[in-house]
């Protein structure tokens, strides 16, 4: 079940055109300005893998966050888009253990149901898990009275 995107129209912030989707620039300014980031990567290789991997360091959460919202675009599955604050007050609800086995520091974000099964990236559809129990899941359902397999 696909969720349904609400549009946002606003003007673009360097030209004035209308713009579509909630970007602050049109598609024609859009194109441009990856053409000019492109160029820009071309002329100078090593500074923006730098700088992404010092973001990453610094910011490990968001890094997750962005890389599930965009296995989740790839797929085709709905993405809420969800805080870095509404994830750890998650966190509080579970006490900052696994949500299945309950032993364990929670280390990882879990989709209950899998995105490789359809599953939404959105707060109702995660929980925490431990490293271990994650890897164990995988990509399968797993119920209170065990795994379904996919």
Same mark, same amino acid.
């Given at each position: 079940?696909?969720? %349904?995107?609400?549009?946002?129209?606003?003007?673009? &912030?360097?030209? @004035?055109? +209308?713009?579509?989707?909630?970007? $602050? *620039?049109?598609?024609?300014? $859009? %194109?441009?300005?990856?053409?000019?980031?492109?160029? #820009?990567?071309? =002329?100078? +290789? @090593?500074?923006? &893998?730098?700088?992404? =991997?010092?973001?990453? %360091?610094?910011?490990?959460?968001?890094?997750?966050?962005?890389?599930? *919202?965009? $296995?989740? $675009? *790839?797929? @085709?599955?709905?993405?809420?888009?969800?805080?870095?604050?509404?994830?750890?007050?998650?966190?509080?609800?579970?006490?900052?253990?696994?949500? #299945?086995?309950? &032993?364990?520091?929670?280390?990882?974000?879990?989709?209950?149901? +899998?995105?490789?099964?359809? /599953?939404?990236?959105?707060?109702?559809?995660? *929980?925490?898990?431990?490293?271990?129990?994650?890897?164990?899941? @995988?990509?399968?359902?797993?119920?209170?009275? /065990?795994?379904?397999?996919?």
């Amino acid at each position: 079940m696909a969720l %349904k995107r609400r549009r946002i129209l606003m003007d673009c &912030t360097k030209c @004035g055109k +209308p713009s579509e989707d909630g970007f $602050r *620039r049109c598609s024609r300014c $859009r %194109k441009s300005r990856a053409m000019s980031m492109r160029k #820009y990567r071309l =002329r100078h +290789p @090593g500074e923006n &893998t730098r700088y992404v =991997r010092v973001w990453q %360091k610094r910011h490990p959460e968001r890094k997750n966050e962005h890389e599930h *919202r965009r $296995r989740a $675009r *790839r797929r @085709g599955n709905a993405c809420v888009i969800f805080s870095v604050s509404d994830w750890r007050e998650k966190l509080k609800l579970y006490n900052g253990s696994c949500a #299945y086995c309950i &032993t364990s520091k929670a280390n990882e974000m879990d989709h209950v149901v +899998p995105l490789a099964l359809g /599953g939404a990236h959105s707060l109702a559809n995660v *929980r925490p898990a431990c490293s271990s129990c994650n890897r164990i899941k @995988g990509a399968r359902i797993w119920y209170l009275d /065990g795994m379904i397999e996919a």
